[in-house]
């Protein structure tokens, strides 16, 4: 991959998404055996929204690579509170860390820090936008699970704050995949994010409810309604709990439906769903480590 910074799912080609997905899949034989790799390098960790997985997901990532992290910590504790710029804080933490991963409620922010580094930077996340390393993850987690191509994937939830919907459906293009996009009408996905898919090709379908189209997919993808996006908190009321995909609702689904999800949940998915031969979503979480070894790989190799 030949690419600075990763802030955009966009940026990635079929070759670009392969390699990575092959990288990992050659780590993940051997996930003890790399720490020779990256001794000295540092990554910096700056998270100004909560995050569990993808945090450290590349905490573990850099350290089973050799390296080690540097963490911002809350926005509360760091300078950011004393009203310190984004553009100052990733310029000053470029002085530390040889690459940083950079969440932030802001769409954009990751785009707008990178043209204040020299080093490479990861967009873990800005507000509505991007979350292209989610997506890698995702893409690995169908190809482990029948494949990437000639495949039909339920995408349900809020398509409209959903940052992971965004990138996803943005990197599917790539293959032959046919997406359904399941939302309420308010939560639709955002007339760019629809434009994009069009111009690319993409075949894509939207529906309001997921039982007429579930038995013609392969996955589905269940996403968590960003509660925290809504400017509204009667607006979140009025679709909160209208998904919710349980044992029932899985009995008109194709027995090797994989059912996934970025997490965190709410109640989306029951928990006994959990123990059924169609969840992948905790394995889903568990592939962020060799992915995002791959892909601190590929950036550290590219920067050098
Ligand atoms: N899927 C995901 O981004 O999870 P976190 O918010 O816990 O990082």
Request: glycine letters at 6%; charged letters at 25%.
């Amino acid at each position: 991959m030949h690419q600075d910074h990763l802030l955009s799912a966009t940026q990635l080609s079929r070759e670009d998404i392969e390699t990575i997905l092959d990288r990992a899949a050659a780590i993940e034989t051997n996930l003890d055996g790399w720490e020779a790799q990256y001794s000295g390098m540092v990554l910096g960790l700056c998270f100004f929204e909560p995050s569990t997985r993808t945090r450290m997901s590349f905490d573990a990532a850099m350290k089973r690579l050799g390296g080690r992290t540097i963490d911002m910590g809350s926005v509360d504790n760091s300078s950011i509170s004393k009203g310190e710029t984004l553009a100052d804080t990733v310029r000053v933490i470029a002085g530390y860390a040889d690459v940083i991963v950079l969440r932030h409620p802001s769409e954009g922010a990751a785009k707008l820090a990178a043209e204040f580094v020299d080093v490479p930077i990861i967009n873990a996340g800005d507000g509505a936008g991007q979350h292209p390393t989610q997506t890698l993850l995702d893409l690995y987690t169908m190809r482990e699970n029948g494949g990437l191509d000639e495949t039909t994937i339920g995408i349900a939830g809020d398509l409209k704050y959903g940052r992971t919907v965004h990138s996803l459906a943005a990197a599917l293009t790539n293959f032959d995949v046919r997406q359904h996009f399941i939302s309420p009408e308010s939560l639709q996905l955002p007339r760019n994010i629809r434009y994009d898919l069009h111009e690319s090709g993409a075949e894509v379908r939207e529906h309001t409810d997921i039982k007429p189209v579930l038995p013609e997919l392969d996955i589905l993808y269940v996403t968590r309604i960003q509660r925290e996006r809504f400017p509204d908190e009667n607006e979140y009321q009025r679709v909160a709990g209208q998904y919710r995909v349980d044992t029932d609702v899985l009995s008109h689904a194709d027995d090797n439906l994989t059912v996934m999800h970025p997490l965190p949940r709410v109640d989306e998915i029951a928990p006994e769903v959990d123990d059924t031969e169609h969840a992948a979503y905790f394995e889903q979480a568990h592939n962020g480590v060799p992915v995002r070894m791959a892909l601190l790989d590929a950036l550290i190799q590219g920067a050098k």
